[in-house]
Antibody, heavy 121, light 109 residues
Framework: QVQLVQSGAEVREPGASVKVSCKVS????????MHWVRQAPGKGLEFMGG????????IYAQNFQGRVTVTEDTSTDTTYMELRSLSSDDTAVYYC??????????????WGQGTLVTVSS | SYVLTQPPSVSVAPGQTARVTCGGN??????VHWYQQKPGQAPVLVVY???DRPSGIPERFSGSNSGNTATLTISRVEAGDEADYYC????????????FGGGTKMTVL
């Protein structure tokens, strides 16, 4: 079974950046494709970016292009999501999620516990 | 980009059957996944590949997908099923590769 443990809550000022981590156990990163999804207070789920299940290349939702970067460290089985130029609209819970299969019909099988990022001056 | 449309809310009495719909253009040709999210918790996959259940998910949860509508059906609804439910597809190659529906809040009366 995959377990995903995320880093703790963060508070940032507008204009700053935040980097959230997600540590994988039970499997190695090379066996998974990892993704990031956020949820603003009282709102639905929003895909940000991740790694394409077929070729492993980073993919991003257009809403976040140029502002978000997802990376992986296979030596520690940890994936990261960095979001830049934060505004109050970025206040949300950020989730990492994993897929165990290698096609673009894959579900997001397992989810981290979420990391609250608060953007406030 | 591909759009998935869900009703904002559904209500059902305990013991009855709940149906949560997810509309999309020719969604029957897509592979649909469903997630349950309870307040303050991370989403949990409850149905994948239109109709399959992950290990540990009760048989009361089932899915179907045809034409322009995918449906999550929850039989013999229990109070513990009260949650938000989201459908999801891949729209590979588009500017929104992973698409979620807006979510449906299911209330158990």
């Amino acid at each position: 079974q995959v377990q995903l443990v995320q880093s703790g809550a963060e508070v940032r000022e507008p204009g700053a950046s935040v980097k959230v981590s997600c540590k994988v156990s039970g499997y190695t990163l090379t066996e998974l494709s990892m993704h990031w999804v956020r949820q603003a207070p009282g709102k639905g789920l929003e895909f940000m970016g991740g790694f394409h299940p077929e070729d492993g290349e980073a993919i991003y939702a257009q809403n976040f292009q140029g502002r978000v970067t997802v990376t992986e460290d296979t030596s520690t089985d940890t994936t990261y999501m960095e979001l830049r130029s934060l505004s109050s609209d970025d206040t949300a819970v950020y989730y990492c999620a994993s897929s165990l299969c290698y096609t673009t019909s894959c579900p997001l099988d397992y989810w981290g516990q979420g990391t609250l990022v608060t953007v406030s001056s | 980009s591909y759009v998935l449309t869900q009703p904002p809310s559904v209500s059902v009495a305990p013991g009855q059957t709940a149906r949560v719909t997810c509309g999309g253009n020719n969604i029957g040709s897509e592979t649909v996944h469903w997630y349950q999210q309870k307040p303050g918790q991370a989403p949990v996959l409850v149905v994948y590949d239109d109709t399959d259940r992950p290990s540990g998910i009760p048989e009361r949860f089932s899915g179907s997908n045809s034409g322009n509508t995918a449906t999550l059906t929850i039989s013999r609804v229990e109070a513990g099923d009260e949650a938000d439910y989201y459908c999801q597809v891949w729209d590979s190659g588009s500017d929104h590769p992973v698409v979620f529906g807006g979510g449906t809040k299911m209330t158990v009366l």
